[in-house]
């Protein structure tokens, strides 16, 4: 199994896609990505930081693409998931 995996997503299909991430295996993910698209009537980053607070699992809001490098340097992912991304 893959270990240090990042989640980049965002609205109702990235949220889904990372709950059934966290069943198969909930020690492998070491951060979120998510968009802060708050102002958009389809967001979900309310239940993406409602779930990142309820597991332990960092969580990180971008207004945009930039940031995002720094974040992977950061945390060195060996496998970053894509879904429901702009950039």
């Known amino acids: 199994m893959i ?4 989640f980049l997503g965002s609205k109702n299909i990235g949220y889904s896609v990372l709950e059934e991430m966290y069943r198969v295996a ?3 993910l070491c951060g979120i990505v998510t968009l802060n698209d708050t102002i958009n009537d389809m967001s979900y980053v309310s239940l993406f930081k409602l779930f990142a607070a309820s ?4 969580i990180h809001l971008l207004d945009g693409p930039k940031g ?4 992977i340097k950061e945390l060195k992912p060996k496998l970053i998931v894509v879904v429901g991304w702009y950039w």
């Open 3 to 6: 270990d240090k995996v990042l």
């Open 26 to 28: 909930p020690v492998s």
């Open 55 to 58: 597991k332990n699992i960092p």
């Open 68 to 71: 995002l490098n720094s974040i």
